[in-house]
């Protein structure tokens, strides 16, 4: 099993994003990602960003994370 951490997109530069996951900032791929902009929401796996998500499941991702 693998465990993604969900992240808001705050910048993209030439394939890469710089991503905000609960207050901790870092770079990561954006490659396999179309139309991505600053304010999506992502999930993010080994430094890449797998899928799109909406800020809905964002907030459901944090909290499971949170009772953990």
Do not use: F, Q, W
């Amino acid at each position: 099993m693998c465990v993604g951490l969900s992240a808001k997109v705050i910048g993209i530069d030439n394939g890469m994003a710089i991503i905000d996951a609960s207050g901790a900032k870092r770079e990561i791929s954006a490659e396999l990602i179309k139309d991505l902009e600053p304010g999506d929401y992502v999930m993010v796996h080994a430094g890449i960003a797998i899928a799109k998500i909406t800020d809905n499941d964002e907030d459901e991702t944090d909290e499971i994370m949170e009772s953990l």
